[in-house]
């Protein structure tokens, strides 16, 4: 199902076998804040508890997932499904070389503006964005069309942002904007502070709702037979493919980890099926990370220290 990154995903993990040949468990990590902070636990959980040797790897979801399946990497600390769901299709159900941790943790999906941004305009929907004059509101540059952030570029969930935009019609009226998230969060802090109006993607956990008072646009409620998502490593027709003119599913975040560390870390396997996490404690990640400036690595080691009682029961 993700033929057309393999070949590249397969040359990385040549790359990296040498790391995990040196490494008796390799994490990946993903480029967001939430999964580097558990990222960070999960190792220093491992090394306290088994003494084993873990390392750490940068990499995108299909790279993570092609090196757990070749076990270049052994643990992926935060899939987002049902963003992922082509991964999961192929290297959990249809390879049988992945497992997936049952433990979730409840997220939303969805698309905000500002208190004052609803209040200026009067947004309420966000098939409003589909008419020119609420979009022109949203008009930063006098190209005409309004800016609205769709995620990350890379993220599985901004390939379904430009379904839905181009679902919902406002495709035609917005320009859809790929950024790092810290760039995107720093222009709400700019347009919250000089009065003017913003609308991106957002969602839980996040710290964006602890620092600003936004408001959720409002969709019909997700219809599984009006979503057809499918993703550009599916086919290379994905978004003309492609319709997901509802609201998001429930979303849910798991663990994923290689089987292949059953036979060569039995123990590191057992952990790894029993971790996890609720929702408050990874909003307070993300907050520590992205709001206070922490290092992943030594809030982990305090994250780990303060929650000692739950890191043993996942050892049990």
Known sequence: MIKSVIPFATATTLILSSTAMAQDV??????????????????IAIEDNLGLEVALQNGTNPIIFEAMDSGAM???????????????????????????????????????????????????????????????????DGDGMGEVWIGGAGWASTNVEKIRAQSYGYDETMQLVEMDEALAMAQVDNATAQGENIVFFCYTPHHMFSLYDLVTLTEPEFDADQWNVIQPTDDPNWLELSTAPTAWDATKLHVFYSLALANTQPLAAEMLANVSFNTEQVNGMVYALSVEGQDPAEFARTWVDANADLVDAWFQ
């Open 26 to 43: 390799v994490i990946g990590v993903p480029n967001w804040a939430s999964a580097g902070a558990t990222a960070n636990i999960l190792k």
């Open 74 to 140: 052994h643990v992926h600390p935060e899939v987002w499904m049902p963003n992922q769901q082509n991964l999961h299709d192929t290297f959990v159900t249809e390879k049988g070389t992945v497992a997936m941790n049952p433990n979730t943790v409840l997220s939303d999906q969805n698309m905000c503006v500002t208190r004052e941004t609803a209040e200026r305009t009067g947004i309420e929907a966000l098939s409003d964005l589909s008419n020119p004059v609420m979009a022109a509101n949203f008009d930063t």
